[in-house]
């Protein structure tokens, strides 16, 4: 059964606080991770999809990193503010290309 | 350039009864997935249309069904409704099938199983 874990569950910080959070994937039979940051009555919105190992991608103040032969990936947020708040989820896709599994998500507040 | 749309956006049946959602993806994408959200699973792959074909299933029973018209629309279907079934269904749309693309999502459309 494949499982995808992130951490933290929650995270509250302060406008101007960096901060970071990881997916962790079954790393056998990797094929590709998505990122998505999904708002509060709104729709998730892609952010990344990362396919290399070693893989580093960047949108502004958000990046991420991927690491396939041990299976986690990184997501960071530099200086946050409010309008990152938001729930960001990662999805991985193994074997079976475009079958996604998907995190439980990490819900950020970024209070100014 | 419009986004992804979805039809109805909000729906309520009861149990026994059966469902047609739709969704219209971004013009020129070819690709469609299906997704449900639950509070007790969290976001779950139902499947992916190109092309007219089903691409890839997630792990649902029967009663959950999909096509693809030759414009890209999509639809899915839920038989026999179960209570269960109450939950946010997402659709998505991107350029090819396979993952390798950004995907992107519609409002969703919110289905109650009373």
Same mark, same amino acid.
């Given at each position: /059964?494949? @499982? ?9 910080? #302060? ?7 990881? &997916? ?29 190992? *070693? ?15 041990? *299976?986690?990936?990184?997501?960071? /947020?530099?200086?946050?503010?409010? %309008?990152?708040?938001? =729930?960001?989820? &990662?999805?991985?896709?193994?074997? @079976?290309?475009?079958?996604? =599994?998907?995190?439980?998500?990490? +819900? ?5 | ?5 979805? +039809?109805?956006?909000?729906? /309520?049946?009861?149990?026994?009864? $059966?469902? =047609?959602?739709? &969704?219209?993806? /971004? ?10 959200? =639950?509070?007790? $699973?969290?976001? #779950? ?8 074909? #089903? ?15 030759? @414009?890209?629309?999509? %639809? ?14 997402? &659709? ?6 396979? *993952?390798?693309?950004? #995907?992107?999502?519609?409002? *969703? +459309?919110?289905? +109650?199983?009373?």
């Amino acid at each position: /059964i494949l @499982n995808v874990e992130q951490s933290p569950q929650s995270l509250h910080v #302060q406008e101007g606080d960096s901060t970071n959070f990881t &997916c962790s994937f079954p790393s056998s039979n990797f094929y590709a991770l998505h990122w998505y940051r999904w708002e509060t009555a709104k729709s998730p919105e892609a952010l990344f999809v990362m396919t290399l190992n *070693g893989d580093e991608k960047k949108k502004g103040r958000i990046s991420a990193t991927l690491n396939t032969k041990e *299976g986690y990936s990184y997501l960071y /947020i530099k200086g946050s503010q409010p %309008e990152d708040s938001a =729930t960001y989820l &990662c999805a991985s896709m193994n074997t @079976n290309a475009g079958k996604s =599994t998907f995190g439980d998500g990490t +819900t950020l507040t970024v209070k100014p | 350039k419009a986004g992804v749309t979805q +039809t109805p956006r909000y729906l /309520i049946k009861t149990r026994g009864q $059966q469902v =047609t959602l739709s &969704c219209s993806p /971004i013009s020129g994408h070819r690709s469609v997935s299906w997704y449900q959200q =639950t509070p007790g $699973q969290g976001l #779950q792959f139902l499947f992916e249309y190109f092309s007219e074909t #089903q691409r890839n299933k997630g792990n649902f029973p029967g009663r959950f069904s999909g096509r693809q018209f030759s @414009n890209s629309r999509s %639809e899915m279907n839920v038989s026999t409704l179960e209570l269960g079934d109450s939950a946010l269904y997402l &659709c998505a749309s991107s350029l090819s099938w396979g *993952g390798l693309n950004e #995907q992107f999502f519609g409002p *969703g +459309t919110r289905l +109650t199983v009373l």
